[in-house]
């Protein structure tokens, strides 16, 4: 609101504008060949997207991630949303997410280009690599274990590390974070992060921990895909 039409009829007589959308509303195809479109995120939440007409459009047909890391810093992720990813043959020492902008950008592909990681799996966006990335672009964790998803082996691990506050996420899989958080919930001083996802067709616990930016997030649980 209000109608298409009367949006192109606005831009056409004011070529050089700026639309202010929901993340994940639909683009236009007549708008996607012109215009810039800008997803942009803050506190891990893609909150809105910006598509730029005319002298406004840094990148006319491009696609841009903007993430706002504080007042003062942001963080941008450019390129194809339809650039392919590397796949990983096995879970490397540390995995990431990318954040939500570049995901609702689906610039997972650019990114992992940019940083030299590999996709775990094409069912989830959680991106690996041997090698520790610190940027604002992702979400990193160092990899302790990587488990079937079966809750006795789960409850294990957490009673043998002497972990006490878990954090769960998952993608690609489905299950519900919060129970699964309660239900391993220990009586030790280690705090961690199960990651529920999938690898070769199947469902694992990548059993981990925050490192480098994302470490002094608040703990979180990752909404339902």
Request: charged share 25%; aromatic share 6%.
């Amino acid at each position: 609101d209000p109608p298409g039409e009367v949006l192109d009829d606005w831009l056409a007589r004011h070529p050089a504008a700026a639309i202010k959308l929901a993340p994940a509303a639909n683009v236009p195809a007549s708008w996607r060949q012109r215009a810039e479109c800008e997803w942009i995120s803050r506190g891990g939440e893609c909150r809105q997207l910006v598509t730029w007409f005319g002298d406004l459009a840094s990148r006319p047909g491009g696609s841009v991630a903007t993430i706002l890391a504080t007042s003062e810093a942001r963080r941008q992720v450019t390129g194809d949303p339809d650039a392919p990813l590397a796949w990983a043959e096995k879970i490397g020492r540390y995995v990431y997410e990318p954040d939500a902008a570049v995901l609702a950008a689906h610039l997972s592909g650019a990114l992992a280009a940019e940083l030299g990681l590999a996709g775990i799996d094409r069912e989830t966006a959680y991106l690996t690599s041997d090698r520790p990335v610190i940027d604002a672009a992702v979400a990193g964790f160092e990899v302790l274990a990587v488990l079937p998803f079966q809750l006795k082996v789960l409850r294990a691990y957490v009673r043998q590390h002497q972990f006490g506050h878990v954090e769960v996420k998952k993608r690609g899989v489905n299950c519900d974070p919060l129970a699964l958080q309660k239900q391993l919930r220990g009586a030790g001083s280690e705090r961690g992060v199960v990651l529920i996802t999938r690898h070769r067709a199947k469902s694992i616990a990548i059993v981990a921990r925050r490192f480098g930016l994302a470490s002094a997030a608040a703990d979180t649980v990752q909404p339902p895909d």
